[in-house]
């Protein structure tokens, strides 16, 4: 289910009230592949509720150029929802999910290996709320933009 953004910190509280630990991790997701599923369900392996921020179309546009998104936000959401892994996802207008992370207060907040803990602005925010960042595995060759340039021909 993709959540409103001004509902999201009170479900989260609950979620956390009840024993579960929120996992968070965001991305643009703009076609998913192999290296998202094997991504995410390493995500949701480190605890019990998934949640995905997604980039809106406006910050996709900004982060990857006029020619992106290829899925709308919507429809983004939508497909990581149709996931095992994925609880719930949460559409973020900025260009990084600091505000988005400071709103919902994770538990554990998860990146890419391609990503260095120290060198994360999030890292911060989420060890302020008593969270914890973990830097999981990476699909090597897997992306987004290949898959757009192996289209283009």
């Known amino acids: 289910m993709i959540l409103r953004r001004d ?5 989260v509280e609950e979620l956390k009230k009840q024993g579960k630990k929120v996992v968070f991790t965001n991305g643009c997701f703009d076609i ?37 998104p290829i899925n709308n936000e919507i429809d983004r959401g939508e497909m990581l929802c149709g996931l ?10 900025e260009d ?13 907040h998860v990146k890419g290996g391609d990503y ?3 060198d994360l602005p999030e890292t911060k925010i989420v060890e ?3 969270g914890e960042v973990r830097i999981l595995g990476f699909v090597e060759g897997k992306s987004t933009t290949n898959i757009v340039k192996k289209i283009q021909g």
Do not use: C
Request: net charge positive; aromatic share 4%.
């Open 7 to 11: 509902l999201a910190p009170t479900i």
């Open 32 to 68: 998913l592949h192999v290296g998202h599923l094997t991504y995410l369900n390493e995500a949701k392996r480190q605890g019990d509720i998934l949640i995905v921020g997604v980039n809106s179309d406006s910050s996709v546009k900004r982060l990857k150029g006029e020619s992106r």
């Open 84 to 93: 095992k892994a994925v609880d719930y996802t949460v559409i973020f207008h």
């Open 96 to 108: 990084t999910p600091m505000e988005l992370i400071d709103e919902l207060k994770p538990s554990i």
């Open 116 to 118: 260095k803990k120290e």
């Open 128 to 130: 302020k709320h008593g």
